[in-house]
Structures are given as C-alpha cells and as structure tokens.
C-alpha cells in the first residue's frame, strides 16, 4: 500500500498506518488513516484483514478508538491506540 505522494506532516491533525490482524493473530491487513488539520473527515486506504478487499473511502470518526468497516463483508475492524511502554 503506497502513501499519497503530496503527504507533509506538519499539514495533518492525525496521521497513522498500521498493520492489521486477522481472528489467528496473523498479520494479513493494513490500514493507512489521515485527517488534514481544519477538516473533519478522515482519509482511509484498507486491506481489510479478514477478507483482504482493498478500498479507499472518507468517514467521519467521532470517538476513539476508531473503527472501520469493511464495504465488502462488513466486519468491524479497529484502529487501536497505540500504547507506549
């Protein structure tokens, strides 16, 4: 999955790519989530991990943590806060 080549940091409020599990555990999705500063929409590219359908979308994200959902099977899959130790 590529980034946007226009992406400039200091342009973002929330920027994050991930590596996203399957139910085993295994590494099989990724998601690449950015809201630009001034706006309210998030940006996504998915590879949903369950059934591996690539999309690109906009959706609003009110509360974390955030989810997504898959257009294809519909599952919910969520963008974890990361936590530093």
């Known amino acids: ?3 946007p080549a226009e992406i400039n940091i200091k342009d973002f409020a ?3 790519r991930r590596r996203l599990r399957d139910e085993q555990g ?3 999705g990724e998601v690449f989530l950015w809201r630009r500063k001034g706006e309210e929409e998030f940006n996504y590219r998915l590879k949903c991990p369950y059934c591996g359908t690539e999309e690109e ?3 609003i994200l009110k509360r974390r ?3 997504l959902k898959c257009s294809n099977c519909e599952r ?3 963008i974890e ?3 530093h130790k």
């Open 76 to 78: 919910s899959i969520l």
């Open 81 to 83: 806060k990361l936590v």
């Open 14 to 16: 929330y920027i994050t």
């Open 65 to 67: 943590p955030y989810r």
């Open 26 to 28: 295994e590494p099989k």
């Open 1 to 3: 999955m590529e980034l």
């Open 57 to 59: 979308s906009t959706v």
